[in-house]
């Protein structure tokens, strides 16, 4: 079990290199997005780019994101923390306000103290800056950050400005992220993004995934979604062509990652597998194996931890985020080691089937200030358990997913069924969600209420629980009040 597990790091050095060279790490972050790349099977995605990264690379298959929202997200990635233990539940931007407690040490901050230069580049979306600092934001011309191109120039100027120091670069592109107005994924064609070349998709001959119902709205939409993720593909192939003209191919880590999955109903949000099974590839510029695939239960609370195990830092003590003998309230004494609640799985990207990576954890609170619906899931092999702490209410919608032509035509034709699932079972769930996700992939038989699954189903509900209580989670009192 992950619980508070404090990382065995080597020690701090002023420049993080050893006998192999520097350790450089650069973190890309798609916007919403699934396995919708040629190198995960799809075979309707054009992502050339990422497929021949992919090939140099460990693709891991079995790797979740904590929480399917942008903003909650992209704090646990930088904290290695659920955003229940740091406060940050949801969106920051906005009347939503969600941040991060000031005492959390941050991905950015702890490599910045031990001597390395940080940038920012594209989507941020969480708070407060102070907390997630970074030593340089280069945003300029990229155009909401989906004009990922210039994005890869920003970055490939910021890299070459010094070789002195190790870098850490956080490069997250809005694509393929919804958009709005009556383009929902703010495809252009023309000068709109320059040095982005437009490729358009056929709504006819996309492939519906069978979370989805196939409709022409979403066909059109998915044409659409699929033209934004090639923009981003463009992009990032500038990217990696930038490391290689800096001469830092071979000595910087590079993960590939998006923060939720595909921002449709039945993904972003839910704690269902296409919200949160997504893409991870990495590449560890001295390892021996290359184009492997790893089934480790991975998620986004290990990413921190994995990043700082591999460039050798070890964190410097800081404010610790709560205590348990003041009730949760923040902590002002003395500064100790930092600990994180994800694990390092630095030491098994070469392996296909590594030992001790067959449970996980993840908290949903929010997406929306609007949108209170807490989910806990636990993983345990092939088991998945969701725990809908306010099953009572109808699932709440996003409000980009609720006006998407996607949703709209659902209620504009009184759809029975939402892909496999009926409507009415994905807006009313019950308490308990007990999937065999190798049976059924698609999460439409719950074993909750199965007899022969007793057993199990109390079994995790007890881990679950635990979990929670270890990690300071406000809402492990739900077992108790309701």
């Known amino acids: 079990m992950r619980i508070l597990a404090a990382l065995a790091l080597l020690p701090v050095a002023t420049f993080a290199q050893d006998a192999k060279g520097p350790r450089n790490v650069v973190v890309v972050v798609a916007d919403d997005m699934g396995f919708q790349a040629g190198c995960y099977g799809d075979t309707v995605a054009r992502t050339p780019n990422l497929d021949a990264f992919a090939a140099q690379a460990t693709r891991f298959t079995r790797a979740h994101c904590t929480t399917a929202s942008c903003s909650a997200s992209r704090s646990v990635i930088l904290t290695g923390l659920y955003n229940h233990a740091t406060g940050h539940y949801g969106h920051a931007h906005g009347y ?7 005492s959390v040490p941050t991905l950015p901050v702890m490599l910045s103290e031990v001597g390395y230069r940080t940038c920012s580049i594209g989507k941020y979306h969480v708070a407060p800056e102070i907390v997630y600092h970074f030593d340089e934001y280069r945003n300029e011309g990229i155009q909401g950050s989906r004009n990922s191109v210039r994005m890869a120039r920003n970055a490939k100027e910021w890299i070459a400005e010094s070789d002195d120091q190790p870098f850490f670069l956080y490069w997250c592109s809005t694509d393929p992220h919804r958009g709005g107005g009556p383009d929902n994924f703010a495809n252009f064609d023309g000068e709109k993004y320059p040095g982005v070349k437009p490729v358009h998709f056929d709504p006819k001959a996309m ?10 709205a979403v066909r059109d939409e998915l044409a659409a979604y699929y033209q934004a993720i090639n923009r981003l593909d463009q992009g990032f192939g ?10 830092h191919a071979d000595d910087t880590l590079v993960l590939f990652l998006a923060d939720n999955g595909p921002p449709f109903p039945g993904a972003k949000t839910t704690s269902y597998e296409p919200g949160m099974n997504l893409p991870l590839i990495v590449r560890d510029p001295y390892a021996s194996k290359k184009g492997i695939t790893c089934d480790a239960l991975v998620c986004w609370a290990d990413l921190t931890p994995t990043i700082l195990d591999w460039c050798g830092v070890t964190p410097k003590p800081h404010v610790p985020i ?9 902590d002002a004494g003395p500064k100790r080691p930092v600990t994180f609640q994800g694990k390092s799985f630095a030491g098994v990207i070469e392996q296909d089937h590594p030992e001790g990576f067959d449970k996980l954890f993840t908290s949903h ?10 989910m806990r899931v636990h993983f ?4 998945k358990l969701i725990f809908n702490i306010a099953h009572q209410l109808p699932y709440p919608f996003a409000s980009d997913l609720f006006d998407s032509p996607t949703w709209q035509d659902v209620l504009k034709h009184d759809r029975l069924y939402y892909g496999k699932r009926r409507t009415e079972d994905y807006l009313q769930r019950p308490r308990f969600e007990l999937f065999n996700l190798k049976n ?25 629980q635990a979990w929670q209580k270890e990690t300071g989670d406000p809402w492990e009192l739900k077992w108790r009040y309701e």
């Not at 939503?96 to 000031?102: D, I, K, L, M, Q």
């Not at 345990?380 to 088991?383: A, E, I, P, V």
Request: proline letters at 8%; zero cysteines; aromatic letters at 10%.
């Open 440 to 464: 059924d992939p698609d999460e439409l038989t719950n074993l909750a209420d199965d007899p022969q699954h007793k057993g199990r189903l109390e079994a995790m509900q007890k881990t679950l």
């Open 207 to 216: 492939t519906v995934p069978s979370w989805l119902p196939d409709t022409p």
């Open 365 to 374: 609170t929010f997406h929306e200030i609007t949108m209170y619906y807490p």
């Open 238 to 247: 500038e990217l990696l062509k930038a490391l290689e003209e800096t001469g």
């Open 322 to 330: 709560r205590t348990t003998e003041n009730d949760g309230e923040l």
């Open 96 to 102: 939503n306000h969600f941040s991060t407690y000031e």
């Open 380 to 383: 345990d092999g092939d088991y």
